[in-house]
């Protein structure tokens, strides 16, 4: 029997929390649903998929589409732990559904890595997950499980290299800061060049930001670290302006 993947160590989820899920089967009274990060089945009570006070005339093809990943709420787990899960009340304005959300894409980030890494040194990708990814998933208390591993990278992958370093990329990829300014000079080219070099000199920046022109007059600044964050941008660009009266440099574009 082929073992599927299962990306949280623990074995439910908590009650009211959010979770991934599809369904898989229209009964009479309920849908069947599966949540792919726990690897393990639910269902859905009918008046738990919609608001609406009755289902009559309504589609159920397209209120509950079979294997399409949606959204829902853990809102019981029984005492044969059965687990009972809701669509209805999802708000995707909230600040709570939005960071869910995010939290998805860095999952689908970090499993990415650990794939790219366990298939290149020949490694069984589930028993690497579970044998070095549940360990830290059962410490990161409230972080979550990407965040908690990037707090902590340096001290957890230090011998599994290729894996740190993948996973850096991926952080830089999907979180490097970006701030746009716009700079002219009355002299030329050669004027802008020269400030931009001698600021990154000035802050110590050379090997951390990257300065790039988008359209004139538009710069953008760009981290080459995962953990820079938008101060140093600031930092960067305050000198730059302090130290050149003769460029017209804006914050604002």
């Known amino acids: 029997m082929t073992t599927r993947f299962r990306f949280y160590s623990n074995n439910y989820p908590n009650e009211k929390s959010m979770v991934n899920f599809i369904f ?3 009964l009479d009274n309920c849908f069947e649903c599966f949540l792919p990060e726990y690897n393990i089945n639910a269902i859905m009570p009918f008046q738990f998929a919609t608001l609406k006070t009755s289902l ?3 589609n159920i093809n397209t209120l509950a589409p079979l294997n399409k990943p949606l959204v829902g709420t853990v809102e019981e787990i029984s005492s044969d732990n059965t687990i009972i899960i809701s669509m209805a ?3 995707k304005q909230s600040d709570e559904y939005k960071t869910f959300e995010d939290d998805n894409q860095k999952n689908k980030c970090l499993v990415s890595c650990v794939k790219q890494y366990t298939t290149k040194n020949n490694i069984n990708f589930i028993e690497y997950w579970e044998n070095r990814i549940y360990p830290l998933d059962i410490k990161r208390d409230m972080f979550s499980l990407f965040d908690y591993i990037i707090e902590n990278i340096n001290d957890l992958f230090e011998i599994d290299k ?4 993948l996973i850096k990329n991926i952080v830089i990829k999907n979180t490097n800061p970006i701030t746009k300014f716009k700079m002219v000079s009355s002299n030329g080219i050669d004027e802008i060049k020269e400030a931009i070099t001698k600021t990154l000199h000035d802050t110590k920046m050379y090997n951390i930001l990257n300065i790039t022109l988008e ?3 538009i710069y953008i ?3 080459k670290n995962y953990d820079i964050t938008i101060e140093e941008h600031n930092l960067f660009l305050d000198t730059l302006i302090n ?3 003769t460029l017209y440099i804006s914050k604002t574009i």
């Open 56 to 58: 009559k005339n309504k």
């Open 162 to 165: 290729t894996l740190l370093d």
């Open 243 to 245: 130290n050149n009266n």
């Open 215 to 217: 359209t004139p007059p």
């Open 24 to 26: 898989t089967k229209h």
């Open 89 to 91: 009340y999802i708000d």
């Open 221 to 223: 600044i760009s981290s």
